[in-house]
């Protein structure tokens, strides 16, 4: 069975420039997660979606990160304008239901210059 | 206060030895815990879950102690592919996971 897949695996771009990541959760995965994690940090949830759904945004900065989940499969996430403090792994998760083991896909490590 | 607190160790240890790790947690409503493992570079990957009665698997064995609020992970025979950062989760309110910020274990040869 495949596991969730993360695309890209690396990104460098310059401050102020807009990047995205994409995720496919794994089949049959309803709820899905985008989490940040820095060196040395646990990771830090994001966005939390229920299929199509999103049922936890609190701690994603909605000034310069957005995300969606159309057809409640495959994720996208933005951010615009693009700070050096956004330079970090992130991470995205799927689990079969909300409270169950989450399975993570290898992660997009972002530069910013 | 953080909801989940770990010691970041590094927690150096030789080939065979046991070795402990602890983790606290701020939310006395919680219900779920696990111990996920991340290799270096890597991403994080379910080592075991916590229940109330503890869990055992093979040489690792999972403790909940809801009185003291702190979960614990024991590790005997260590290896040396048990190298890894320990995270502690614990899920709160809305079924919420707070990761801890991880215990980081060296096995020596």
């Known amino acids: 069975e495949a596991g969730v897949v993360q695309s890209p695996r690396y990104k460098i771009i310059e401050k102020k420039q807009p990047v995205a990541f994409w995720c496919n959760p794994i089949?049959?995965?309803?709820?899905l997660y985008w989490y940040l994690q820095n060196l040395g940090q646990g990771p830090e949830l994001l966005i939390r979606y229920e299929n199509e759904e999103a049922v936890d945004d609190s701690q994603l900065p909605k000034d310069r990160f957005s995300a969606e989940r159309l057809k409640g499969v495959d994720s996208t996430l933005k951010i615009q304008p693009a700070e050096l403090g956004d330079s970090a792994v992130y991470l995205c998760?799927?689990?079969?239901?909300?409270?169950?083991?989450?399975?993570f896909g290898p992660g997009t490590r972002l530069t910013v210059l | 206060r953080k909801e989940v607190e770990q010691d970041p160790g590094p927690f150096n240890v030789p080939e065979g030895a046991t070795v402990a790790f602890n983790c606290t947690y701020s939310n006395s409503a919680s219900q779920s815990f696990f111990w996920y493992r991340q290799d270096c570079r890597k991403e994080p990957k379910l080592l075991m879950s916590?229940?109330?009665s503890g869990n055992e698997d093979g040489r690792f064995t999972a403790q909940l102690n809801r009185a003291s609020q702190y979960i614990s992970l024991l590790i005997r025979d260590s290896k040396l592919s048990d190298s890894a950062t320990y995270l502690c989760?614990?899920?709160?309110?809305?079924?919420?996971?707070?990761f801890g910020s991880g215990t980081k274990l060296n096995v020596k040869p």
């Open positions: 998760a799927s689990s079969p239901q909300r409270d169950n083991e989450q399975f």
């Open positions: 989760v614990v899920v709160g309110n809305f079924n919420k996971f707070y």
């Open positions: 916590v229940y109330s």
């Open positions: 089949s049959g995965h309803n709820t």
